[in-house]
């Protein structure tokens, strides 16, 4: 069952003239399960920043101004604050204003005394979306297309853009939101990044320093960090870190045994046989039918590994298709994944941040050691097939360099996180010297909803103080049980 959750907002309240040049409307922003109610407006903003004029610029029949969508939530509470919330979404390729409801349980508290300013980055939601339905992601998850069918279908992707997407990079994106801060009038941002998001919020840092209040990055990508070559390695560890839990649990041993050699077994099984499998398809009640191959069990496996509520029903799942054959249950997370992924996505603007920010500076001899993980040694390859005729977009000549500064800033980590391990915040402790690094154990990518989070990132962004944060109620965080099978955990 799915519930529409719409949350209204007392605008009376915390009502602040922004800006006399900036129309808001009321809107409801959000897809799917979730809604808000808003306000919302667009600011154009130059489709290029002045440090890039000198570079090949938009042909003379093609815009020269992009339109930005945003939306303004306003505090509860009547303020005088100059400050506001802002989220950068993740992906990269997500749109902030439409993927915020779904989490803004986990900012309710900062939303009582800050207005929150939503920014759909360019190529996102509803800023110019660089989409096309056709193109694979460039990371590989697709599981059907060939390498040489994805250079293929990326390359049709940039010639049907009605935009240039090599002015879609982080380095312009960061002018956008300071563009919309001084538009607004707000006086400093209190900025929380998520996953690529974190990768936005440290270059806006570099760029912007004053007019950062705090900042909370959640999931980091650090400068230095290229995506791809760790993601096998990395989805391996929270793989055998899952298997260790279940271990570790008497009812999940009891039921599944250690899953490590089973699973790459059965692994192997698909790519020497794939699976004709049949399930009900949850969405429409209808059966569907689909070809299950290794990698879609390798990309499901991933996907699930991202969330403690998903990983908690992964061991069953890997055991009833080990023991039973019965691969109903993982196709059908697989076709939701997809369906999931395809929507939320805009995959020209996704492909834009991969082949500037990442593939050009990736070393084929990091992923050595791929070949015996689960994901096996085809990330890279795709990431290099997509990237092969796309173009160099705008990065800034410090892009990959450190960020250095004393902004209060959180570190948010979870220990099984399956693309953004620990190690990453740890790496940025050095050069940030006003932060606080909270890692949780069990937990997976994102951790901004869980447990008392939310009370201890209003405090921080109150506050502004990391040294004084109280962080014992997190010791109560439990990760999910186990399901023991489709009934649930044991009692």
């Known amino acids: 069952m799915v519930c529409l959750l719409i949350f209204s907002a007392a605008y009376g309240a915390g009502e602040k003239t922004l800006a006399t040049d900036i129309e808001f409307s009321e809107c409801t922003i959000g897809t799917g399960a979730a809604s808000l109610v808003a306000q919302c407006a667009t600011v154009s903003v130059p489709l290029n920043a002045a440090e890039f004029s000198h570079q090949a610029s938009q042909p003379s029949d093609k815009p020269s101004h992009i339109d930005l969508s945003i939306a303004r939530i306003p505090a509860r509470r009547q303020s005088a604050r100059t400050d506001a919330f802002t989220l950068i979404a993740g992906g990269p390729g997500q749109s902030a204003i439409e993927s915020f409801p779904s989490v803004s349980v986990a900012f309710r508290h900062i939303m009582r005394n800050h207005d929150v300013i939503l920014i759909d980055q360019r190529g996102t939601g509803q800023s110019e979306k660089l989409?096309?339905?056709?193109?694979?992601?460039?990371?590989?998850?697709?599981?059907?297309?060939d390498h040489e069918?994805?250079?293929?279908?990326?390359?049709?992707?940039?010639?049907?853009?009605?935009?240039?997407?090599?002015?879609?990079?982080?380095?312009?994106?960061?002018?956008?939101?300071?563009n919309v801060r001084q538009k607004l009038g707000i006086e400093q941002w209190n900025m929380y990044g998520i996953s690529y998001g974190t990768r936005v919020a440290l270059h806006y840092l570099r760029r912007y320093p004053d007019s950062v209040r705090t900042l909370v990055l959640d999931a980091v990508v650090p400068p230095n960090k290229s995506l791809g070559p760790d993601i096998a390695a990395l989805s391996q560890r929270s793989l055998d870190l899952i298997f260790k839990r279940c271990l570790e649990v008497q009812g999940c041993t009891q039921a599944f045994g250690d899953l490590s050699t089973p699973t790459m077994k059965l692994l192997e099984s698909l790519e020497a046989q794939p699976r004709t499998v049949s399930f009900e398809d949850i969405a429409t009640g209808k059966l569907s039918t689909m070809e299950f191959t290794r990698q879609h069990l390798a990309v499901t496996i991933r996907l699930m590994s991202y969330s403690a509520l998903t990983a908690a029903i992964l061991p069953s799942m890997l055991h009833d298709a080990i023991v039973n054959d019965n691969f109903a249950p993982l196709a059908r997370q697989s076709e939701q994944q997809s369906r999931s992924l395809g929507s939320a996505l805009a995959t020209g603007m996704h492909h834009a941040i991969l082949c500037t920010e990442d593939a050009p500076f990736i070393d084929n001899t990091e992923t050595s050691g791929d070949a015996d993980t689960y994901l096996g040694e085809g990330v890279v390859t795709s990431l290099m097939a997509s990237c092969e005729n796309w173009p160099q977009g705008k990065i800034d000549s410090d892009f990959k360099e450190a960020v250095v500064s004393d902004t209060p800033t959180l570190i948010l980590s979870g220990e099984a996180d399956p693309i953004t391990p620990p190690a990453y915040g740890d790496s940025l402790i050095d050069d940030l010297s006003n932060a606080k690094h909270i890692i949780n154990p069990d937990q997976g990518h994102m951790q901004a909803p869980y447990g008392c989070m939310p009370v201890l990132l209003a405090k921080f962004v109150e506050s502004k103080d990391v040294s004084q944060l109280n962080t014992d109620c997190l010791k109560r965080l439990r990760s999910p049980p186990f399901f023991i099978d489709a009934n649930g955990p044991q009692p």
């Not at 193109?135 to 599981?143: E, F, I, K, N, T």
């Open 149 to 178: 069918k994805m250079a293929q279908l990326a390359r049709e992707c940039r010639d049907s853009l009605q935009y240039d997407p090599s002015w879609f990079t982080t380095s312009m994106a960061v002018h956008d939101l300071e």
């Open 131 to 145: 989409v096309c339905e056709e193109a694979p992601d460039s990371m590989g998850l697709d599981a059907e297309v």
